[in-house]
Structures are given as structure tokens and as C-alpha cells.
């Protein structure tokens, strides 16, 4: 079983990840390198002379993350729960590049995304731009800090657009009224919706009703 948590910068998706991972038997977390791109202080600073170099990076480096880590889980028969999926890369590759480079990518990850395993459930914490920029000052990364409301935005945009066409299973989490990190009753929320989406006994569909979180 391949589980994926997905959203926008800030969400809460590696938190979520290592949250549901005990609730699920013999699991693991896939979690995204992202603190090792090298371009990525420099491309908040200037988002359009970094923007190439970042994406490219960010590409090659889920790839070879995934290629190697998603078929091995799968052919152990362990369910495998990532805080990204393959297919964030070209959400952000549309907003930041354009024209000869945006094609060049547009090949790459085309060619690259075929090998690629995709998740049996893809879950998306979906957020509104005030709720995000809170959280995100509320980590406070020092390379996050320039942080651009408008650049959240039009994340959130793509986002949103993204799952009104998403062909694979999927399931919208509206995380702006959940803290599962202080809230035990919104983890069990979330796992129960997960298992109930996944046919994965037991979960308790009377707890899913959000009027009562």
C-alpha cells in the first residue's frame, strides 16, 4: 500500500506522515530531501535567476529518491507513507519557469515520470493562503522567511486546480480548522478517512463528521 500526503509549502505534510506511521502496521515514511538542494535559499531570494537551477535539482533528486525507495516497499508488501508525490515538481516547475526552460523540463519529467510508481491513495491537505503563512512564520526556516504571499497563492491555485482533474484516488482534507499535531480527535479524523477511502479495517465513519472536530 502506497500512501501520499500532499499540499502546499507549510501544510503540515512531513508532520502528518510521521504521525500516521504508527497507526498503520507495519509501515514506513518516505520523507523528501528537500534541505538539500543548494539552490533553494538563493532561489526565495530571487526566485527567477534560481528558478531553473532549483527545479532541476528537485527533480533529478525525487527521482532517484523514488525509483529506488517506492518499488521496494511496494514488492515487500509494507505500506509506504510519503509526504510528496512525483508529480509536485511540474506544479512548481508551471509556476517558475518559462518558455525553452519550461519545455526542457516538461520533457525531462515526462521521461522520468513513467517509471514511477503512483500512490493508491494520494491525500491533499488543503489550506487557504492566511492559514498557510501563519504556519509557515510559525516554523520559521531562516530561507522561508522571504516568503512570498503571492508565490502561495498561486501554489494553492495550482494545487486546487490540480486535484479537479487528478485521474488516480484521492482524497481532500480541509486543513485550515485541524491542528492533528495538539489534537488527538483531528489525527483520528484524518486516519479514519484515510482507512474508510482505502477500505482499511477498522475505522469509524461517526467520527468523520468535521462539525463535531
Known sequence: MYIAIEGVIGVGKTTLARLLQPKFEDSEVL????????????????RARYAFQTQIFF????????NHTIPQYISSGKTLIS??????????????LKG???????RVHEALAEKIPLPDLTVYLSADTDTLMNRIAQRDRS????????YISELVQAYDEFFTSI????????????????NKAHLVHIENKIRESLSIMPYQPSLLDTQSL
Open 59 to 66: 527533480l533529478l533528486s525525487r527521482y532517484r529518491q523514488q
Open 83 to 96: 509526504d510528496y508525490t512525483f508529480f509536485k515538481d511540474s506544479l512548481f516547475a508551471r509556476i517558475n
Open 167 to 182: 485521474k488516480t484516488p484521492y482524497l481532500i482534507i480541509d486543513s485550515n480548522p485541524l491542528d492533528f499535531v495538539k
Open 31 to 46: 520523507l523528501e530531501v528537500f534541505e538539500e538542494n543548494p539552490f533553494l535559499s538563493d532561489f526565495y531570494g530571487d
Open 143 to 150: 530561507y522561508e522567511r522571504t516568503m512570498e504571499r503571492g
Open 100 to 106: 525553452d526552460e519550461l519545455e526542457m523540463y516538461h
